[in-house]
């Protein structure tokens, strides 16, 4: 039994089922070339800062508050890590090979094409309303019954529905507007406050922040903040089935099945 | 299969050329204004050359950051 051409959705196409009861799978649009685009570039990014981030911290893995901090002040926290540097005190009887400088570089790189990239992302979603359709959650998701709902559902491991894969629930909408417009920003603007040509330039976005060494704090933080969205993100797409979600940013299509009537 | 329409050809070849066309028109002029470092060249170049551009562009007078003489002792 075929399913009728006018219950398919614009854009879905069917793969014909081999019997007849079986459910039929369709593809259908779940993700524009833009975000996927957008989407992968920014991964590879992320994983290089992330990378090369760390081995920056290697070289000075204690924290300051304010505008100084030196290895002769006293620190507001320290990594449990050696230091890749002869003269930072860390307790350690050994430095760490020093990878300081490819990594500063690479770091640079990989953030000016994920600020360029964010740029593209954030203006072509204005443009086509992708965040209002698909990101600002409706008012009866803004509950807090529905936000614990949605909270509470993957620790069930309860497999999503089809419906629920297609589209974004109010928590989920909510963390991807937090991470877009306040996480990433707040990454850049802390990075761009330990730049002694951006602070000179703009003192006051040095200022806001307390000091050159709270932005390299909260540069810290904001990126563990990252790092716990990307393992929740992933532990998500993996729930919600790993091969269909990463299939549809690649493809920009979703299979969904549907069983006959 | 992807459907692409004599439309989205048109869009998209447009779209490349316009990109292209201003990539180059960019280079030109940083060139002609001296926003292209030295080590522009190698896999961290275009790091290098849009740092270096953006500080050119920003920090017109002093390249340091200047604080007021109350704040003598940080």
Partial sequence: MAIPVSAQLPGETSIPSAVSTAPVTKLAPRHSA?????????????FTLLLTGIEIVISHPRFYWGETGTVLTAPLFQLPIPSSRRLVPTGYGYVLP?????????HFEAAWIAVLTGLLYVISGLLTRHFRKNLLPGRAGLSWRALWTSFAKPFRLERTSAAEASSYNALQRL??????FVLFPLVIWSGLAMSLGFASAFPWSVTLLGGRQSARTIHFFVSLALVLFLLVHVAMVCLAGFWNC???MITGRTATRKEHA | MIHLSRRKLLVS???ATAGA??????????????LVPPDSGGIYGLGETLTYASQRLLTQHSLAREFPRSRGRV
Avoid at chain 2, 21 to 34: C, E, I, P, T
């Fill in chain 1, 34 to 46: 833009v975000v996927r685009v957008t989407h992968w570039i920014t991964t590879i990014c992320f």
């Fill in chain 1, 98 to 106: 020093d990878q300081n400088g490819w990594s500063r570089a690479l």
């Fill in chain 1, 175 to 180: 963390t991807y507007l937090f991470v877009i």
């Fill in chain 1, 246 to 248: 990463t299939g549809a």
């Fill in chain 2, 13 to 15: 070849g447009l779209a």
């Fill in chain 2, 21 to 34: 066309s201003g990539l180059a028109v960019a280079a030109r002029l940083a060139q002609k204004y001296g």
